[in-house]
């Protein structure tokens, strides 16, 4: 089977941490939630750390501050009327899937959060790289009715995953 993870580690500590098989696992348990075929979807992933985070933010977000994670959709498939789900991507082949988009988080941004909650590490960046996925695939939290329709979804992904409600 074909990794649907294309992983970018520019931070030492997430080679170390797992970054790419925790990815490949969160990616895939979003799609399959979603009935999308994992074969034919890409996802890049970039384990960074605040520094690089800060840059990206500010040259995209215009926020020259560090965040845990930022996504880069490769297609607008948001819907217009808050509340309802975003038009669903066609596949690409299993041996050339369609790029979702890319994906970024900081290190220290993560660890600092999951210490904060109590939590580990790998659970919180689990639900970072599963939130990251739902903006991908068109999902947000601008209005409320979005919020709840993304949160709905990221918390039955998480459970599917033996992880706790995040919120």
Known sequence: MEPVVDCVIEDPRWEAFGLELLA?????ATLAHLGLPDEGFGVCVMG????????LNAAFRGKPVPTNV???PSETLAEGT????????????????????DIALAYDTC??????????L????????????LHLLGYDHIHDADAALMERHEVAILATLGLDDPY
């Open 70 to 72: 930022l996504s880069w």
């Open 82 to 101: 808050p509340g309802l789900a975003p038009a669903t991507p066609l596949p690409g082949t299993p041996d050339e899937p369609w790029s979702l988009g």
């Open 24 to 28: 490949e696992r969160a990616v895939r």
């Open 122 to 133: 790998a659970d919180h960046v689990t639900h970072l790289v599963v939130h990251g996925v």
């Open 48 to 55: 960074c750390d605040d520094a690089r985070i800060a840059v």
């Open 111 to 120: 660890a600092r959060e999951a210490q904060d909650a109590g939590k580990p």
